[in-house]
Structures are given as structure tokens and as C-alpha cells.
């Protein structure tokens, strides 16, 4: 771990998706818990309401795994998912955050 | 015209609108509502079953043997934890059930209330869609939403948890809504099922694979058509049986863990394997590396998650079954496929499926075959989990889709009896067949009554060997034949068991003529329990050892 920076490890080895969901209660249950029963862990997750609030956009920071394409497909599958989107480990959404996560 | 009615009325009124004319389950305070008005419906039968579990099983038989999304209903609390092992089990064998539960009232949600449970989160992983409804007005959007996603794509269960109080909420209804109906899938890639009929005709030792998705799809007649221009032999999964007849001259029967040796190694011989709804479940294919390993695979299934889950596929076509093969039957060439077919005819000779004692009525083959002597094609047959399902599998002459049903993906004993019932009360012509174990019916035996209340046509052949055959096997041949906790030490009176909860029985192992008693017990109408005691000894074989190629089989 010590010996390459934060940044290349990123890079090599995570991804960030972009899911497009319904905003209710629950929706985030449905997407995490495809990952969770697989035992994949999810190293981040951010979300916040589009526009009216109709709508929510989840933002994960995940491991790249070879089982990354089918969990993506089953994420699309979810009835309440609009869309899913993957993006390099290195996209602005996680940069800058640390400051909020200081122990 | 405005009407006025609860939440409770405007969920039958749905159900009703939705085509549905029999619901099973059990009521219990937060659902007493709902009961109230499925009360006073005149139009929908409530089953009463005698566990949430059985009412599950007997919606899952109805929707099994229909094609139509089923309906069952259960209180809060347990009522609905113990609905929720037929609902996995729907989900993994993509069957279209729509399962509507009570909750507590809103404000008590999430005060640990009393028959207070997380319905929701707890149906999460295991329902292909879930709702909480939160006020009537919501019940029009999400029932019929409900059934559209039962239906729609790869079938399914749906769960709606409905509060008690929005079942007492009282609003105006103006206009109602339009039943939900399966949305069509969608079109097949033209170029990608050119490439699979050039793929098809270029292929010297294709097979065709087919699974539950073929019968779900109503795509059985379309197979056949296609395996006979195109001269595939062809093989079926657990959940696809039906789907060819087996004693089709293409027919392989069913491959994977117990299927017949020459299944299995021509399998191992082809090189090209078309995969029509099936989804390559390690029961069917072994050691994945080992599977076909001269193959290419051509993948067809309405659902794009399974395209390259198991199997990377050279061609993967995402599309609902019978559309598909309706466009890729024309453009493939007639082959009679000499060579091909006569090294499948070799197989078949030099490594058989051995079914000892056919003619013996009390072994565990010679009764299943018994059995079908007395039935034509339209009985409908179910099974247990175990030993009988899997010989039943390998032996029934099944020739009709949705002839089979079946606990595929979950295997879960308890199933034949309710299921069963489920199916004669869904098609009251059919004669239903559940064959079933000692382990297994008593997972689900109160639903006897049931039977017995319903008058349900439902004849059920168990198969006692006072063991619990599958593990008693497994043990025997893999655990150094250390038997624990697989033989019974105690096993009831079957025949008492049966006539106790009020219906008829028969025991083959005391009649002078069981050939000629298990046909009259079969042929008497209403629910009947055949009892007849098998050699707990025996095995399913051939067996396919887990985690071993499917070529390497044991046994027989």
C-alpha cells in the first residue's frame, strides 16, 4: 500500500459509477444491497436530489473487480434506476474531500 | 360516477380488474381489512391456507401452470417472514407472483409494534421489485405497476406491503386505472441473429440448450421447430423440461448433475451450444471451465445480466425467446446433420440411462413409470425436493410445457403439496400428480387440509424411505458414509396422517394389486396420499460429483 500514492492506487485499481435513481425511501437499500450480498465492497458513496427532488444521482467509488460489468448490468435492472454510468477512479466527484475525512 | 371506497376495497377492486379469480393466504390483524373486502367480492375465491408459506406455494402453482401472474395474500409480522421462502423461491425460477401483505399502521412503523417487521427491507434481495405504499391514492399507481413487473421482461415476484391504515383510508376514485399487463420486450438485433444462424449452419456438432425461459416464453413450439429444420440434437435444464418432448428424436432430455451419461458427453463433444432462457446454473454445467469446452455459445434471454454472467458468449442476444427463434428458424439452412446426429445415436446406445425394475411398481423408477401409464399428457406433474425429483426428472415421459412444475433454482422442500394444489385449483380439468418424500411433505403437510377443503384434484405419491435421500446419498458417497441426521428414527403413520386431515389414502405397500390400487387411487376424483415405502439405498444416478467436470460422472 505504502508503495504506491493514494492517487495511483486510485487510478489502477477503482472506478466510479454514476446511477441515476427515483428518490424515495429505500432505493439506496436496493442498490447497495447488490453489492453487499456479494460481498463488494463500496469504499464511497455520495448522493444528493436532482432538480425537484423527484430524482437522486448516486455517486460510488468502487473496487475495479471482474465482476464490476455484472453488477453494473444488475444496478440497470433495478426498477427504480434511470441510469448507470461508469468513469475512471480519477473523476472530480471524490477529489477534495478530504478535508471531511480526517480522523 | 365517483366512487368511494377504502384502501382495502380499492385493492380488490384491482385484483379484480386485473383478471384474478383466486388469491391463497392467510388474515391475520393487519390485513383485516383487505379481508373485509375480499369478502364481499363475489368475483375473487380466497384459498385459505394453514401456513404463509403454503399459500405462496399454491399462488406459485397456479401462476406455474397458467403462464398468469398469481396472487397471494399474508398478515404483518410472520404472516409476511413466512411468505418470504416463496417468494425467493419464485424469484430465482422467474415466476410472475404478485404477494401482498399487511403492515402496521404508518405511525407505529418503526416502533418495533407488535407482528411489526421490516417487510420491505427483508423482501429486498428476493423480489424482482418491491413497493411500501404509503396512502390509497398510491394503491392505484402500484397495484397494477405490480403486475406489470410480474409479468414483464423476466418474470417475477412483486411484493406490496400496504399499511393498515392506508387500507382504511377512504378517497374518491374517479377514474380507475388500467389493469397492468406484461410490456413487450424488446425487439431482437436483427445482425446479431444473422450472425447466429451463419453460426448455426457453419456448425458441425451444435446442441441446443434450453431452459425455463422457453417455457415461460411459450416458446416450446418454435424450439422444436428450429431442432428439427436445423437438426439439433437438443437438451434441457430442470426448469425446461416440457419444453421438447423427451422422447423426441433430437431430445437429449435433461443435462447437468443427473442427467444421462450421453447427455452430458455430447455436451462434451459439441462445438457449438445455443442457449435459448437458460442460465447456465452450476447444476447444469459442472465445472464452468469444463463445460463444453470445444463451444462456442450462442446466448439468447430476456435478460441482459445474463449474457456473459457464467459463460462468455460469442453471440449474446438479448430478447424475449419466442421472437427470437421466430426470426432465426428461417434464416438457418434445413441440415439433417447425418454424422452429428448418428455420433448422438452411438451415445445413446453405448451409454444409456439405466432405469432398473420399470416393471416393479413398488421400486423407486418402476413407480414413477406406473404412474405415467395411467396419465395421458394433459395431467400436470409436480415434485418435492429430493431423490423422487430428480428420478422423476430423469424418468416421467413430460411432453407438454408447463406439464413440469418444479422447485429449480431455490430447491425447496415443501413445495409439491402446495404447489399441487395451487395448479388443480388454477386448471380444476387437469389431473395433478405431486410426487413427493417423507423428508419433504412434512415441510408443508398441513396444506393436506387444504386439499381436503378445496376438494383440490391433487393425487400425492410419496416416496418414503424414511431418510432424507439426497443428503443419506451425499453422505454415502462423499462424507466417508458418516449417516448423521439424514435417517429418521421416527416416521409417521402417512396413511393415518392423510385420512386424519380428510382425505383419502392408499397404501401401495399393503395392497394385494398396487398397480391396480394406485390406479384406481389416481383415477378416483379429489385428493388423494398414494403412500409407497423405497429402498432408502438407492441412488440418483448418473451423478455428477459437486465441483467436478460433468463429464466425470459416478454411478450407474
Request: glycine share 8%; aromatic share 6%.
Amino acid at each position: 500500500m505504502n508503495a504506491i500514492n493514494r492517487h495511483e492506487q486510485n487510478a489502477l485499481s477503482r472506478a466510479v459509477l454514476e446511477i441515476d435513481v427515483n428518490n424515495h425511501p429505500g432505493v439506496m437499500s436496493h442498490v447497495v444491497g447488490l453489492f453487499s450480498r456479494r460481498a463488494y465492497n463500496v469504499e464511497g458513496i455520495l448522493c444528493l436530489p436532482l432538480d425537484d427532488g423527484s430524482r437522486s444521482r448516486i455517486w460510488l467509488l468502487v473496487n475495479e473487480d471482474q465482476r464490476l460489468p455484472q453488477m453494473m448490468k444488475q444496478v440497470g435492472k433495478l426498477e427504480d434506476v434511470i441510469g448507470i454510468r461508469r468513469h475512471n477512479a480519477d473523476h472530480a466527484v471524490f477529489q477534495n474531500l478530504e478535508n471531511f475525512f480526517r480522523g | 360516477m365517483t366512487d368511494t371506497l377504502n384502501g382495502a376495497q380499492i385493492t380488490i377492486r384491482l385484483l379484480e380488474r386485473q383478471g384474478i379469480r383466486t388469491v391463497a393466504g392467510i388474515p391475520g390483524g393487519a390485513i383485516l381489512p383487505i379481508y373485509d373486502a375480499l369478502g364481499q367480492s363475489s368475483i375473487i375465491h380466497h384459498v385459505l391456507a394453514r401456513h404463509e408459506q403454503g399459500a405462496g406455494f399454491m399462488a406459485q402453482g397456479m401462476a406455474r401452470a397458467s403462464g398468469q401472474t398469481a396472487v397471494c395474500l399474508a398478515s404483518s409480522g410472520p404472516g409476511a417472514t413466512n411468505l418470504l421462502t416463496a417468494i425467493a423461491d419464485a424469484k430465482l425460477d422467474s415466476i410472475p407472483l404478485v404477494a401482498i401483505t399487511g403492515q402496521v399502521p404508518k405511525a407505529m412503523i418503526g416502533t418495533d409494534a407488535f407482528q411489526e417487521v421490516d417487510t420491505y427491507g427483508l423482501s429486498i434481495p428476493i423480489t424482482k421489485h418491491n413497493f411500501l405504499v404509503s396512502s390509497a391514492e398510491e394503491l392505484l399507481e402500484v397495484i397494477p405497476r405490480a403486475f406489470e413487473l410480474a409479468a414483464s421482461g423476466r418474470p417475477g415476484p412483486v411484493l406490496v406491503d400496504i399499511p393498515k391504515d392506508v387500507q382504511m383510508q377512504v378517497i374518491d376514485i374517479g377514474e380507475w386505472p388500467a389493469p397492468g399487463r406484461r410490456q413487450p420486450p424488446p425487439e431482437p438485433d436483427g445482425w446479431a441473429l444473422s450472425e447466429a444462424a451463419a453460426m448455426i449452419n457453419a456448425a458441425k456438432r451444435p446442441i441446443l440448450y434450453l431452459g425455463g425461459g422457453v417455457v415461460h416464453s411459450g416458446a416450446s413450439g418454435q424450439a422444436v421447430r428450429l431442432a428439427e429444420k436445423a437438426g439439433l440434437p437438443t437438451v434441457m435444464t430442470l426448469m425446461g423440461l416440457g419444453a421438447m418432448p423427451v422422447d423426441h428424436a433430437l431430445s437429449l432430455g435433461m443435462l447437468g448433475m443427473h442427467a444421462a451419461r450421453y447427455t452430458n458427453l455430447a455436451l462434451d463433444e459439441c462445438d457449438l451450444l445455443i442457449a435459448v432462457g437458460a442460465r447456465f446454473d452450476d447444476r447444469a454445467t459442472g465445472k464452468v471451465a469444463a463445460f463444453c469446452p470445444q463451444a462456442k455459445i450462442i446466448h439468447i434471454d430476456i435478460d441482459p445480466a445474463e449474457l456473459d454472467k457464467i459463460k462468455t458468449a460469442h453471440i449474446g442476444i438479448t430478447a424475449d425467446v419466442d421472437a427470437a427463434l421466430l426470426r432465426l428458424t428461417p434464416a438457418v439452412a434445413e441440415n439433417r446433420r447425418t454424422q452429428w446426429l448418428q455420433r448422438i445415436a452411438d451415445l445413446k446406445s453405448e451409454y444409456p440411462l439405466v432405469m432398473p425394475e420399470q416393471d416393479n411398481p413398488l421400486s423407486h423408477f418402476g413407480l414413477i413409470r406406473t404412474v405415467a401409464a395411467c396419465l395421458d399428457d394433459e395431467a400436470t406433474i409436480a415434485t418435492d425436493v429430493g431423490q423422487h425429483q430428480m428420478w422423476v426428472a430423469q424418468a416421467y415421459p413430460l411432453r407438454r410445457p408447463r406439464q413440469w412444475l418444479t422447485s429449480g433454482g431455490l430447491g425447496t422442500m415443501g413445495f409439491g403439496v402446495p404447489a399441487a394444489i395451487g395448479a388443480a385449483l388454477a386448471e380444476p380439468e387437469r389431473t395433478v400428480v405431486c410426487f413427493t418424500g417423507d423428508g419433504s411433505i412434512l415441510m408443508n403437510i398441513q396444506e393436506l387440509v387444504t386439499a381436503a377443503e378445496e376438494g383440490a384434484n391433487v393425487k400425492i405419491v410419496l416416496m418414503n424411505n424414511a431418510t432424507l435421500g439426497l443428503v443419506h446419498q451425499q453422505q454415502t458417497l462423499f462424507y466417508g458414509e458418516r449417516l448423521f441426521a439424514s435417517q429418521f428414527k421416527s416416521t409417521p403413520d402417512f396413511v393415518k396422517v392423510a385420512q386424519g386431515f380428510g382425505i383419502a389414502a392408499v397404501d401401495l405397500d399393503q395392497a394385494a394389486n398396487p398397480c391396480a390400487a394406485l390406479m384406481e387411487a389416481i383415477n378416483r376424483p379429489g385428493p388423494c396420499l398414494i403412500h409407497a415405502s423405497i429402498d432408502a439405498e438407492q441412488k440418483v444416478y448418473p451423478m455428477v460429483p459437486p465441483g467436478a467436470a460433468n463429464r466425470d460422472m459416478i454411478g450407474a
